[in-house]
């Protein structure tokens, strides 16, 4: 079978169209169509010669993926099963924000989508729904721009915000994953600011170094929670080989290189990750690093037999964090009564 088209980056499509003998101003033009308008076949493709639409349906097939399942939370949140044309099957979630609270039938002031950029997941995280599934397949950079087509036609209204923390590790799919950012930055597109778009990795060090290269102020976002190594290894055992030292080392030249601050995600977990030595461990790891700490209650992960830390032990890292002069919030995530907070999403079928 040919490769989808929804396997091509910006400039995939422009030599693509380049080989058909086309103008190099078609990639604009396509790139609008299946992003930008959200075309699910080439004959809708209007402005195109019948001859074209027939050779790209011919080189690049068009698939898009189908809504399964979609779970609306009581806060508003709204879950998706989305297969793809192989069977293969993620979840994404889209968490809307009504300027003060949920109002029904209203259009939303902001919409942030949390995508999936892999089915299933190699790294395996204790804490984490995803892990217990295994790993099965990368995204295509399409696939993951359908994630958010998905959420903006369900409340038809533009989404302002990406995070790409769904199913999988982004990092172990940089390339997709990358020209699935630079599609939804693009003005013909999604036209989302960089600065609105966040990829989070568990510590991947060369996605962190690539990243670092790259001229697209994206935001980047790293699963830390835990700053002892043997804490970590124990929470994160596939990422053992990864010392917190040189973690950090890279995350240090990252925000030298391009001025930008890192968020510290960690996922505070009752008797696992939340001791008082946890705490000074993660001050110190935080010291002379440009950083915004976000420490997140565990949410409930059937199976796992870890618990969320308690609601005060929280509130005493954030007053400690403030203490030291390092930036924390405490993020309390939306849409764990369907399964859809952070660390929650697994395929439902």
């Known amino acids: 079978m040919k490769d989808s088209i929804k396997s091509l980056s910006p400039e995939g499509l422009e030599k693509l169209l380049t080989s058909l003998g086309q103008p190099r101003f078609r990639a604009g033009q396509l790139m609008e169509w299946l992003y930008g308008k959200g075309v699910r076949s080439y004959a809708e493709m209007t402005n195109f010669p019948k001859t074209l639409r027939d050779s790209l349906s011919e080189q690049?097939?068009?698939f898009s993926p189908a809504v399964l399942e979609k779970k609306v939370s009581d806060?508003?949140?709204?879950?998706?099963?989305?297969q793809f044309h192989d069977d293969t099957a993620v979840e994404t979630v889209a968490i809307p924000s009504y300027g003060g609270g949920t109002v029904e039938g209203a259009i939303p002031d902001k919409i942030t989508v949390c995508v999936s950029s892999q089915v299933g997941c190699a790294i395996g995280c204790a804490f984490c729904a995803t892990g217990q599934e295994g790993f099965t397949r990368n995204l295509l950079a399409g696939e993951i721009v359908d994630q958010v087509l998905v959420a903006r036609e369900d409340f038809g209204a533009r989404v302002s915000n990406v995070v790409v923390m769904g199913q999988g590790e982004p990092f172990l799919n940089y390339d997709h994953v990358l020209s699935a950012?630079?599609?939804m930055n693009h003005p013909k597109t999604l036209a989302i600011g960089a600065r609105h778009i966040t990829v989070s990795t568990s510590g991947v060090l060369a996605g962190i170094r690539r990243l670092?290269?790259?001229?697209?102020q994206f935001t980047l976002a790293v699963s830390l929670h835990a700053a002892r190594q043997d804490v970590r290894d124990r929470l994160m055992p596939k990422l053992a080989n990864s010392t917190l030292r040189d973690l950090r080392g890279d995350l240090i030249d990252y925000t030298e290189r391009t001025h930008r601050r890192v968020t510290l995600e960690y996922c505070l977990i009752s008797g696992e990750n939340d001791a008082e030595a946890d705490l000074l461990a993660l001050m110190g790891f935080c010291k002379g690093l440009l950083c915004h700490v976000n420490l997140l209650p565990m949410n409930a992960v059937p199976g796992s037999g870890l618990a969320p830390s308690p609601g005060k032990r929280t509130k005493h890292w954030l007053a400690r964090l403030e203490q030291a002069?390092?930036?924390?919030?405490?993020?309390?995530?939306?849409?764990?009564?369907?399964?859809?907070?952070?660390?929650?999403?697994?395929?439902?079928?």
């Open 325 to 349: 002069h390092i930036p924390a919030t405490i993020r309390h995530s939306r849409g764990a009564d369907i399964l859809g907070a952070c660390g929650q999403l697994k395929n439902s079928r």
């Open 181 to 183: 950012l630079r599609l």
């Open 60 to 62: 690049a097939p068009l």
């Open 212 to 216: 670092a290269q790259e001229p697209e």
């Open 75 to 82: 806060d508003g949140t709204r879950k998706y099963l989305l």
